[in-house]
């Protein structure tokens, strides 16, 4: 059972409100994001690219930006490596747009994900030796490509590295070593002794340092590295960065220059997705036009979504844009499959006592793997992996629960993976079939956490009577955004409810609208998306079916609830309404 614990942070919230012109909620909201202090509310609320660090911070930033300009003034080969996701494919596109701006000879090679798998693989290498290519740069990927690069030092390439994900390392007697990697230059933030602050950047954002460092070398305006933050702020959202400190500024920078994108591939995407440019928000990035995207890598080659954002023609922007979303609603068909499948796995498989869930589904496609962990996870609400059989063995991914770091967990079973990635929220791995039950067991025994302590609490901002809600405060929620992991939207809480009449809405009769009566017979618009039926079992063992039944005739009731809740704001045929969105119930 997931707790509800509201937060009792201090402060003297009539002051802030006072001092920053917003409403005490909105007061209590910020100091529950841990943003303490008149000058980090002001950048919370109001940051902008100058308050980001200098990259030159960076460990190895400017020796492999001199190392790039000294390729560039070669016109040697230069390839760049980057991913099938969206951090991968935007970031691949940020240093090929940069790089062919500067006079580089380059070209791009995104890996396909079941052929060449994930990241900076020896068969990659090989065939950029082929090609003649002199100088390797990753994006998005390469930290962990401790033997790869080595074989390539070995052939006298030049290998540069950017990435973000968690450095491999070794332990010793309590004592974390990092790997050491032979690359020419290795940029990522979380390696121990790069001085850069912010540590959470994705791989388009330090792929957009690297740039902003390389134009400032060649004197070029900095406006021109700039107006590429839309793709910066659509790889941080779908890679679920956490949207603190810089990332927020640059998701809040990137969603202005979205709107008047010159980019024919984004406009095309935009308008298959029937996204309007200015309504967009950072929920449009993670769970309309960034799956798209996705969709490509998993079903087919991400290649085609780096042909999108490369094409100047809009006839072929529009083919592709119509493609991706075709191949998302595949995706999202093959996904439905998967998560019943797992479902159905964890109800016959006898995981209720394993804290941490590795489920085998040999038949599923491996591109969704993720997709389905993530799913099973917010059922589940435990730390899940998804493993398929792949042509050469098992692969799998894994999606965490906030109080559990899924890459430290896994380097204690280091030892069965043939390779294994990622960071304290996702990863990937590749292990013999024989392996699949060592690993469940050994990933369990090993986990710290019981099941009842992966389960994640539900975090609330604060009790607020629904009656308090208004679309003058909604309004306010927007100083806020962009909302996503680390800065969700708002929380609350209200207790002693009453319904005074609720019914089923949609194509498939799932979505429940509810009139909520407050303490003080406010009627107030609830909507519920979640499972109806669970919630219709839940209060007729509670209240009866009778009751039930009344309100959903509009009479008279017994039935009485607590609510955690989002407020927002309803347009329909032009006007605003206040609705609130029921998230959870007891």
């Known amino acids: 059972m997931r707790q509800w614990m509201v937060a009792a942070k201090k402060a003297d ?42 990259p030159h911070q960076m460990k190895d930033m400017d020796r492999l930006v001199e190392i790039l300009a000294q390729k560039i003034r070669k016109q040697v080969h230069i390839r760049i490596i980057g991913d099938y996701d969206v951090d991968g494919v935007t970031s691949s596109h940020l240093f090929l747009t940069a790089l062919r701006r500067v006079g580089a000879k380059v070209d791009v090679v995104i890996p396909h994900r079941i052929q060449d798998g994930y990241g900076l693989s020896l068969h990659l290498l090989q065939q950029a030796k082929e090609d003649g290519v002199d100088t390797i740069l990753t994006c998005d990927n390469g930290i962990a490509a401790i033997d790869e690069i080595a074989w390539a030092k070995a052939q006298k390439m030049t290998v540069l590295v950017t990435d973000h994900h968690a ?24 390696q121990q002794d790069c001085g850069y602050p912010y540590k959470e ?15 400032e070398n060649y004197d070029m305006d900095k406006r021109e590295a700039e107006d590429l933050l839309d793709f910066v702020a659509m790889a941080t959202v779908c890679d679920v960065m956490s949207l603190t400190g810089e990332n927020r500024i640059l998701v ?35 769970y309309v036009l960034g799956p798209c995207v996705n969709a490509t890598g998993r079903l087919d080659t991400a290649r085609h979504a780096l042909r999108l954002f490369e094409t100047g023609q809009e006839t072929e922007a529009e083919e592709i844009a119509r493609d991706l979303v075709d191949l998302n609603q595949e995706r999202k068909e093959l996904t439905l499959q998967g998560v019943e499948m797992a479902k159905k796995l964890c109800e016959e498989g006898g995981y209720e006592n394993d804290p941490v869930l590795v489920l085998f ?50 380097c204690g079973c280091a030892e069965l993976f043939t390779k294994f990635g990622g960071h304290p929220m996702a990863a990937g791995l590749s292990l013999p079939e024989e392996n699949v039950e060592k690993f469940r067991r050994k990933i369990n025994e090993n986990c710290p956490l019981t099941v009842e302590e992966v389960c994640p609490d539900i975090h609330i901002d604060m009790a607020m009577p629904v009656g308090y809600a208004s679309t003058e405060l909604v309004h306010q929620f927007a100083l806020l955004e962009p909302f996503g992991k680390d800065n969700p939207s708002p929380l609350f809480a209200d207790r002693n409810l009453s319904i005074s009449r609720m019914w089923l809405i949609g194509k498939n009769r799932n979505v429940l609208r509810m009139s909520v009566l407050s303490e003080y017979g406010q009627p107030v ?56 969105e029921m998230k959870y119930y007891r």
């Open 167 to 190: 450095v491999p390392f070794e332990e010793h007697e309590g004592r974390r070593t990092e790997k050491k990697s032979l690359a020419d230059a290795v940029v990522n933030p979380h």
């Open 201 to 215: 950047l994705c791989g388009a954002g330090v792929a957009w340092n690297v740039i902003r460092v390389l134009y």
């Open 13 to 54: 919230f009539y002051v802030i409100a006072e001092k920053f012109h917003v409403d005490p909620v909105v007061a209590r909201i910020i100091r529950n994001r841990e943003v303490i202090g008149e000058k980090n509310i002001r950048i919370y609320l109001g940051g902008n690219l100058s308050d980001l660090s200098d």
């Open 252 to 286: 809040k920078e990137g969603l202005k220059r979205i709107r008047h994108t010159k980019n024919i591939g984004l406009q095309a995407l935009m308008q298959a997705c029937n996204v309007q440019p200015e309504n967009i928000s950072a929920y449009h990035f993670g």
């Open 361 to 410: 589904l040999p038949d599923v496609h491996e591109s969704i793997a993720g997709l389905i962990a993530g799913r099973i996870r917010e059922m589940y609400s435990r730390p899940v992996f998804v493993l398929t059989r792949g042509e050469e063995g098992v692969k799998g991914s894994g999606r965490s629960t906030e109080n559990y770091s899924m890459y430290e967990n896994m």
């Open 525 to 580: 618009p609830v909507i519920f998306f979640g499972d109806v039926e669970t919630l219709f079992a839940y209060f007729t063992e509670k209240f009866g079916q009778e009751e039930v039944e009344n309100a959903l005739h509009g009479r008279k009731n017994r039935i009485l609830f607590s609510m955690v809740y989002t407020a927002k704001i309803d347009f329909y045929q032009g006007n605003e309404n206040l609705q609130l």
